[in-house]
């Protein structure tokens, strides 16, 4: 018998909506994945790296023209100069970044602060790791940080916080002030931040991301860590990065190469060349605002009630009468009987705090937000 490191963690909620979903015939706007393709310029890019022979393994931190062009997207984004070749590294996907990340900061014993509701890996990789997560529950509809209460919770054994903007599930996004009083915490207190910026380019209403890379106080003890897949439609392929000064990238490359060593060869050639026009990647906010705010048009005079959406691809909105079911029999029901698939917020909280929320994913097709849409609109006005 296999003595468990994880044991009270289970089949992840995405996996279990997802096929939920499918089971029943379900439009899935549960797990975060987009039903519309991928540039047909950079599928092509791929396909001819490929035909090049661009097959074998590539460099273990990343092939040197991708961590160029990310060096001077982070320059122009952020205006901090990036050293490609000592503060760049190329993941298999933002969670593997994530988990070396943790792993390579993390010691027995050591205690990381997470915000509930929090996205699924946090704990279970600080756990891995050996650390001990200490929770701080957000509250809706704002979901504001309770800096004086984080202060509270950091004692001598706290390494590291970890932070998400714009976040997953609640779409806020973090506001200069609230980088201010990270970093006075992280210096005061000597921690490491992660920090998970993965929706960096799906931010709305004129708004801005605000990057740890922004902050000089922030450089020397942040990990950002973002993923291609967000920004180009393409989940499936698991590209991500990590950029950190030089001492810290030097420890997270040790243990890269023992996770995944490299990374896809020709996406990684295709990638380079992608980036190289801003006109890929700096149009998203406005795509994706359009989205949301179809999804929101579609579900006026419903039940559901919009909470505020900052930023990424998901809109959270609040049930006041779930008909006596938990949110996670809500969804469940809402799934099998209407067609419709969406995730419960509670299971993103430690406690299990059930607010009566539900996330949407609006990274779809109109026509499938508009099906969706109307569903609800037709059950639940």
């Known amino acids: ?54 097959n074998q393994y590539a460099p273990m931190p990343g092939v040197p023209v991708l961590k160029q062009e990310i060096s001077r997207v982070v320059e122009e984004s952020f205006l901090r100069k990036t050293d490609p070749n000592e503060e760049v590294i190329i993941y298999s996907g933002a969670t593997e970044g994530l988990f070396v990340t943790l792993l390579t900061i993390i010691n027995k014993g050591d205690e990381v602060i997470i915000f509930d509701p929090v996205y699924d890996s946090y704990d279970p990789v600080t756990r891995l790791a050996g650390g001990i997560p200490v929770h701080v529950p957000l509250q809706p509809p704002y979901f504001d940080i309770p800096w004086e209460i984080v202060e509270r919770k950091i004692t001598n054994r706290t390494k590291a916080i970890v932070v998400n903007t714009p976040h997953n599930p609640t779409g806020k996004l973090f506001s200069e002030e609230d980088m201010q009083k990270l970093a006075f915490l992280a210096e005061k207190n000597d921690l490491y931040v992660v920090s998970d910026e993965v929706y960096e380019r799906i931010v709305f209403d004129g708004r801005k991301h605000e990057s740890v890379l922004k902050y000089p106080a922030l450089r020397k003890r942040a990990i950002a860590i973002f993923s291609f897949g967000k920004t180009f439609h393409a ?72 909470l505020p959406c900052g930023g990424t691809y998901f809109q959270v909105v609040s049930v006041p009468d779930m008909e006596g079911l938990s949110d996670e029999e809500y969804v469940r029901r809402m799934t099998i009987r209407d067609g419709v698939a969406a995730i419960p917020i ?36």
């Not at 009270?8 to 096929?19: D, K, L, P």
């Not at 023992?258 to 990374?263: E, I, M, N, Q």
């Not at 026509?367 to 969706?372: G, L, Q, V």
């Open 1 to 54: 018998m296999i003595d468990s490191k994880l044991p009270y963690t289970g089949t992840s909620i995405f996996t279990v909506m997802s096929a939920l979903a499918a089971e029943h015939g379900a439009l899935n706007l549960s797990q975060g994945f987009p039903d519309f393709p991928v540039d047909p310029d950079l599928v092509e890019r791929i396909n001819d790296y490929m035909k090049r022979g661009y």
């Open 235 to 306: 989940t499936g392929w698991k590209i991500g990065y990590t950029v950190a000064v030089p001492e810290i990238t030097s420890e997270l490359r040790k243990v890269h190469q023992f996770v995944t060593f490299s990374v896809n060869t020709p996406i990684q050639y295709a990638l380079a060349d992608h980036l190289k026009n801003p006109e890929n990647y700096l149009n998203l906010g406005a795509f994706f605002q359009a989205k949301r705010d179809r999804f929101l048009e579609g579900i006026k005079g419903t039940k559901f009630v919009p």
């Open 346 to 381: 509670s299971v993103f909280y430690q406690d299990q705090q059930d607010h009566r929320l539900l996330r949407f994913c609006f990274a779809k097709e109109d026509e499938t937000i508009d099906r969706a849409t109307e569903i609800l609109r037709r059950l639940y006005s």
